[in-house]
């Protein structure tokens, strides 16, 4: 049963009663006031907006003396196509046709200066964290997490580009050819990340692209706009004018126009498919863009009749519903052998019935607020399962407090309904028995998605006999663990419908790069002049420079 704490949550005649009142929530915690951003950054120029803008509104309500109302958190600008094109310029005139200050800069210089924009993004974490709280609802542990992780991240990829540098930083002698071989940026690169993780997946894409030497057309997710405004001054001072330019307002509007100009080198998009192809389809030469992609996702997880309960219901319950469930790598549908189910299904509820709900700032809380709308959403794929014949089988699942979601637990669940298919996004948990082992099998082969599976047993035979498989449906086979994109040094991709690229800290350098060679002749003249060049660092590409 629920703690007695949830309990009255549930069947309290005030539901806003969940939701705090400003008075009691912790200083440390308080937004002092709503902020209202009216900055953006083209061409190393930090201009004033003075025309339409978009409340930032929290997924966390308040009660005021009125009821129950969302949190504002601010506003940011509705930018038009005018804005979004002045910034593609600003990034196309950077890079020059190659000829830029930085596609041109040393390696040294450029870790120099993103270890620069490093050191002040980390004197702006406790309000970067803070806002990723109430922009987008998440625990404040897990916010901690991901600022930092991203920190990580940053010093993981200049660590890595070091690596590659000093791989590349001697010549080499083949057939009478003498050569160097090192990677040259692509050009401009237009980045856009997801609102689930607004700033670490985000920075995934755009510090390789911008390490590597593009330039960068830069627009956050909705929500986790604001987040980004304390690291307007960090962009403009660390790095050349147009080399970093934002752009804000609806995506449907400030980026379709950006692709027909051909001006777009490089793709880095994380979201739906469908958005992605149809920006890739406004390119009028597709063969030139390069994308780097991280979609759609149904991460299944298949439970063996000889697998360890305790460990597979905690690594499920964490697939399931860590952040809400709301991550593309989280488990989104349970296949649980026949024999264990109902052994499993008990200790699964019972674990949901543990977890702690409440608000992001709550020491050890697991259910937060969910972004706006998402809770319609979710109510009519439990309606649509319900119909087909699955039941909610834990208690209050599915119950919905204004932008709250309590975990819904249906089974069994089979191929008539939205949620066997459809991507969730949610703390919604579909179950489906099997006794064949070849129904998981084929619900991966037939699906549209291929990012990754977990397999949960004993058997090394059978696990062995399911890897190989596998292997060839999905970017990772996790063994008795959730889906999980980490660690950022491990590749992180997907097949089918779910990605494009690979992406970690040593191969996201390579997506956003192209190898490039310098070759001469093993002749006098070539030699003497090569010497020349190297010995009086007259060429940042054709270097012996080794970078400590």
Known sequence: MLSQEIQEIKIVEKPQSFFPDEASIPPEFQLSEPIHQTEYLIAGELRHWDGAVEQARSPILVQTKDGLAPKIVGSFPLLTEIEALQALDAAVHAYNNGR???PTMSVAKRIERVQEFAYRMGEKRTEIVKLLMWEIGKSYQDSVKEFDRTIDYIQDTI????????????????????????????????????????????????????????TIVFKPPRPGVLLYRPLLEAFRDSFPPGVVNTIYGAGSKVTPPLMPTGKV?????????????????????????????????????????????????QECILGTLSYNGQRCTAL????????????????????????????????????????EGRTDYLKSVVEDAKHFGAKVINDNGGSINETFFYPAVLYPVNSQMKLYREEQFGPVIPIVPFQDIETPINYLTDSDYGQQVSIFGKDADVIANLIDPLVNQVGRVNINSQCQRGPDTFPFTGRKDSAEG???????????????????KEVDLNKTMISKIVREHKSNFLSTDFIL
């Not at 070091?162 to 057939?175: A, M, N, P, W």
Request: net charge positive; aromatic share 6%.
């Open 502 to 520: 690979t992406l970690s800290v040593a191969d996201a350098l390579r997506v956003f790069s192209i190898r490039t060679i310098v070759a001469a």
């Open 100 to 102: 830029g200050i930085w």
């Open 265 to 313: 080198d490089v793709l880095a998009f994380i979201g739906s498919s469908k958005v992605a192809d149809s920006l890739k389809k406004l390119h009028p030469k597709t063969h030139r863009l390069r994308c780097a992609l991280g979609l759609d996702a149904k991460n299944p997880a298949i439970i063996l009749p000889d697998a360890d309960l305790d460990l597979t219901v």
């Open 332 to 371: 989104k549908i349970l296949f649980v052998h026949a024999q264990i189910i109902d052994k499993f299904l008990a200790k699964f509820t019972k674990a949901i019935d543990n977890l702690k709900c409440g608000m992001p700032w709550e020491k050890g809380v697991n259910i937060t607020p969910l972004p």
């Open 159 to 214: 660590d890595a580009l070091k690596d590659l540098d000093r791989s590349s930083s001697r010549f080499v002698i083949e057939q009478g050819i003498i050569g160097q071989i090192r990677r040259s940026p692509l050009g401009v690169a237009l980045c856009m990340g997801p609102s689930n993780y607004p700033l670490n997946e985000t920075f995934t894409t755009f510090i390789p692209a911008l390490i590597m030497g593009n």
